[in-house]
């Protein structure tokens, strides 16, 4: 196997790129979940994001477009967990997978035309001389606007989170929705905007994936990501620095292990492939071990439906 | 406006009339979604729910066909319902169906050839074994280290696809098959195939074991200790630890329950319907089976029924493909529909609505 | 902390909400475990052992919070009663619950404790506080305890329904059992124990008889002026 082709500075350039469709997904899971809120349905949003960008792209020609039609799909689809978990107090568990499992059908119908075709691209900011200083021109100056965007969101979101007062009251409904309610926020409303942000993100993530990523629409592209990206967020004890983190050294393996794939390593392909499930699964069990959940920094009200006596 | 009151016991009629009131509004939302794509929505209706079983043109193919699909939707959904019951989300019952058929055809291809009859029930308890392997995996890491069941049982299943894609190409591939990937074909190896028992009927040996497992499930709900404990431990957590209850048994017990089932289930498949290991072997029964589960309100008897239901929609979608072209995905969205109509009129058991005129208190 | 409870003799601990009630009902009931000598029934270590197992040895809780803790809400009184019943009043048969005779032992709760319900098949959320606190301390009382915990087991009762499980209480402390009655009613203590003890910040004060007892001494004691014992032993000897 031959590793020494590989630039250091490409290589933490493609784990950025790697890494942004998770990130997103899972920016918006977090914010989600701190308004105490178990949306199992990532993967479904993601998949979804990925053929309504993936349309909207190609009819509008524009990539713009695109993930902007990315982000409403995958909105569009947490609507409907929305309605179901804060209006008809269905389980969020079971609602979650529910949306998976058609998201992942709807997905398929829809994009069924599009199989093959080839979507307008995204170029890289022009950084001029910039991007092509050794090392930090990849890795600080080689990228499209969806890479600066997905870091601004994290910087964003943490300053949202801590020191506004809309993500005061957001963590309060996570906290304790009955002390929220008595307060008179209206935890539904804050329930259903984080709702609706978190499908934004998930279809932005899914929209990445078929617009940059591969850049096409196949079957079964999210493969995956928005699993991981739910294991991120409680990887990162809901803390959107460390989600950042998380998606990076996810991002790391998978182009690890795809590099090694490409350079004919003596692992078979399928066990690199594998790889990076099994290394989320371990960093799970290292962050969750010998610990509960509050001390992890998980909202206390998280999945907890909630009905107002009156 | 409408505001809802929580009913002191849910309510027995609307528990057992919901499944069939959300099988009418997916019929309903799923004919509109029929309309969209262009095709008949009334004929598409028709063909999915009515012809398999009735029509004198599809019947004779599409019957037997019923307890083919049922058989592992119901054994898989058995297994899931009790530990969805006891609160334990093992959702990665594809991954365990999977390592089940692996292990099922990897077991009984050791010995070959041969025609010893003892092949075919060691292939079956290699292949529970298999599931409850795979399934332990998330509930160890549950118990020891308090991981999350459900996104560690999830993510295995991309890994349990890899190894199968593994073992077709390597160290289960046909010496004889020319160099393709893919195993020998078990359902044209007497000793190790699942044939259907009594022609059709579409029975095989996983039907059996669904029909034996929903007794088994029954009978231990209704009177074993452990189906109350399971009960108890879902509905009232404290009440569960106040009795004594020991939830990591139940973790444990309830993950390997339904890996094992899951397994076997696979195996079922593997040596008769599918005949062989393949790169892409698995066809999504292990999630579908969690439509089944909630469909029938976690119940076996309940279950027995909404697996043949679903059944019929992987039939009847089938023949709405061939018949007026409608894309295969339709019916996953279609199935998905289906569990989010079940949740949603769900309310209807435990809550009242309320009719409130605007400005009256 | 320490404390004794003796065979006969009912033990009343007071204190004000929060100062380690339900952690000592916990403790005392299996939920939380110990070391095996911390907890001595009769001479007897049960420290390490869970639930069952105590109740099996004779020492059966009934824990303050009725719906979600000592019942289960959507089940019926009858597979209430098997909550704590089972090994008691042999209600299983290699592993099968014995529905039959759980029904019966349900119906006799009913009857004997005056729960006022349509029958055993009723689930427990549709019960009054009062009937299902009734029911709750009647389903230990059935089971002839040597040793029986209630925490605040009268309260939201109406006063008849609570001077009846305040009877019921002494009838089983009379019949030889050692009673440890946790309340926040001082008054409750007062009339049937004969031993009054003081829970401040998860501490026990020296247990005191309870006559003669005056309210300022009782105000001091609750304020946590008395002296503590030092140890973490729990100790029931019924003698």
């Known amino acids: 196997m031959d590793l020494s082709h590989m630039n250091a500075g490409v290589l933490v350039a493609s784990l950025m790129v790697a890494s942004v469709p998770i990130l997103l997904a899972a920016l918006g899971e977090l914010v989600v979940e701190k308004s105490g809120v178990l949306n199992l349905g990532v993967e479904g949003m993601m998949i979804v994001g990925a053929v309504t960008g993936f349309i909207a792209a190609f009819h509008s020609g524009s990539a713009v477009l695109g993930f902007v039609g990315g982000a409403a799909g995958g909105a569009a689809l947490s609507m409907i967990f929305a309605l179901l978990t804060q209006f008809l107090m269905a389980n969020q568990v079971a609602t979650g997978l529910a949306l998976t499992l058609f998201g992942q059908g709807l997905a398929s119908l829809l994009g069924q035309s599009y199989v093959g075709q080839k979507p307008p691209l995204t170029g890289k900011l022009p950084f001029g001389p910039l991007a092509d200083l050794p090392f930090v021109g990849p890795v600080l100056f080689g990228h499209d606007w969806v890479v600066y965007f997905s870091v601004l969101a994290v910087g964003a979101i943490s300053w949202f989170l801590t020191r506004s007062r809309g993500g005061l009251v957001l963590r309060a409904v996570g906290e304790n929705h009955d002390a929220a309610h008595s307060l008179g926020y209206k935890v539904r409303l804050v329930r259903v905007a984080a709702i609706g942000f978190g499908g934004a993100m998930a279809g932005l993530g899914g929209a990445y994936l078929s617009l940059v990523r591969v850049p096409q629409w196949t079957e079964g592209m999210t493969a995956g990501a928005g699993w991981i990206a739910l294991a991120i967020v409680v990887f990162a004890s809901w803390r959107p620095w460390r989600v950042l983190m998380g998606a990076w050294l996810f991002g790391g393996i998978s182009v690890l292990q795809l590099n090694m794939q490409a350079a004919g390593s003596a692992i078979p392909v399928q066990y690199l492939s594998m790889s990076p499930y099994l290394i989320t699964i371990l960093v799970l069990v290292i962050m969750s071990s010998g610990r509960s959940r509050a001390s992890l920094g998980a909202p206390a009200s998280l999945g907890q439906n909630f009905h107002a006596a009156r | ?361 | 902390m320490t404390l004794q409870v003796r065979a006969g003799e009912v033990l009343g601990i007071g204190g004000v909400a929060g100062n380690g009630q339900d952690e000592l009902l916990l403790a005392l009931s299996g939920e939380v475990r110990a070391r095996p000598e911390a907890i001595q029934l009769g001479g007897k270590p049960v420290g390490a052992m869970g639930p069952n197992e105590r109740r099996h040895a004779g020492l059966l809780t009934a824990p303050e919070e009725r719906l979600g803790h000592a019942a289960a809400p959507d089940m019926s009184l009858t597979e209430n009663a098997f909550l704590t019943g089972a090994d008691r009043k042999r209600l299983t048969r290699n592993g099968f619950v014995d529905w039959r005779e759980t029904q019966i032992f349900a119906e006799d709760i009913i009857k004997t404790f005056d729960v006022r319900t349509p029958g055993p098949g009723v689930a427990a959320r549709a019960l009054s506080g009062g009937n299902l606190q009734k029911f709750v301390i009647g389903r230990e009382i059935l089971q002839n305890p040597f040793v029986i915990v209630v925490n605040q087991p009268t309260w939201g009762v109406d006063a008849a329904a609570a001077a009846f499980i305040r009877q019921a209480l002494l009838d089983r402390a009379a019949a030889g059992a050692a009673v440890l009655v946790i309340s926040q009613d001082i008054d409750e203590i007062l009339e049937i124990a004969d031993k009054f003890a003081a829970l401040n910040g998860g501490r026990l004060s020296e247990p005191v008889p309870t006559e003669g007892l005056t309210v300022d001494r009782i105000g001091l004691m609750l304020g946590g002026a008395q002296g503590h014992s030092g140890a973490e032993e729990v100790q029931h000897v019924p003698a």
Not at chain 2, 40 to 50: E, H, N, R, S
Not at chain 2, 66 to 88: M, Q
Not at chain 2, 238 to 266: E, K, P, Q, T, Y
Not at chain 2, 309 to 315: P, Q, R
């Open chain 2, 1 to 361: 406006m409408f505001r809802l009151e929580k009913r002191p016991t849910p309510s027995t009629f609307w528990i057992y009339a919901t499944p069939f009131l959300a099988v009418a509004l997916t019929m309903v939302a799923g004919g509109i979604l029929f309309a969209i794509l262009g095709k008949d929505p009334v004929a598409a209706i028709k063909l999915i729910f009515f012809d398999p079983l009735f029509s004198a043109d599809y019947a004779s193919y599409a019957r037997p066909q019923l307890l083919v699909k049922a058989g592992p939707l119901i054994l898989i959904a058995i297994g899931l319902s009790l530990g969805f019951r006891a609160g334990i989300w093992n959702i990665g019952a594809e991954g365990q169906y999977v390592i089940g058929a692996l292990c099922g055809a990897a077991a009984g291809l050791a010995f070959f050839p041969t025609d010893s009859r003892w092949v075919f029930p060691l292939m079956v308890a290699a292949g529970a074994l298999g599931g409850f392997l795979w399934a332990m995996i998330p509930a160890i890491l549950r118990t020891k280290f308090n991981t999350n069941e459900i996104l560690v049982s999830l993510l295995l299943v991309y890994v349990a696809k890899q190894l199968i894609a593994s073992a077709a190409l390597n160290f289960l591939r046909n010496p004889d098959g020319a160099g393709f990937p893919g195993s020998r074909n078990l359902a044209q190896i007497p000793a190790m195939a699942n044939p259907e028992l009594i022609p059709g009927t579409g029975l095989h040996w996983g039907g059996v074991a669904a029909i034996l497992a929903v007794g088994v499930a029954y009978v231990m709900l209704q009177r074993h200790i452990l189906g109350y404990q399971i009960k108890l431990a879902g509905q009232a957590p404290r009440a569960a630890r106040f009795a004594g209850v020991n939830s990591d048994r139940l973790i444990v017990l309830c993950m390997g329950f339904s890996g094992a089932l899951a397994g076997m289930a696979g195996f079922f498949e593997v040596s008769g319907p599918a005949g062989q290991i393949t790169i892409d072997f698995g066809a999504g029964y292990g999630f579908t089976a969690i439509i089944v589960a909630f469909l029938g309100r976690l119940n076996p008897i309940g279950i027995f029924f909404a697996g043949l239901l679903m059944a019929l929609t992987y039939i009847g979608g089938e023949l709405a493909q061939l018949v007026l072209g409608l894309p295969a995905a339709a019916i996953q969205a279609f199935q998905g529909m289906l569990l989010f109509f079940l949740l949603a009129v769900d309310l209807l058991a435990n809550y009242r609505i309320r009719f409130i005129l605007p400005g009256a208190r």
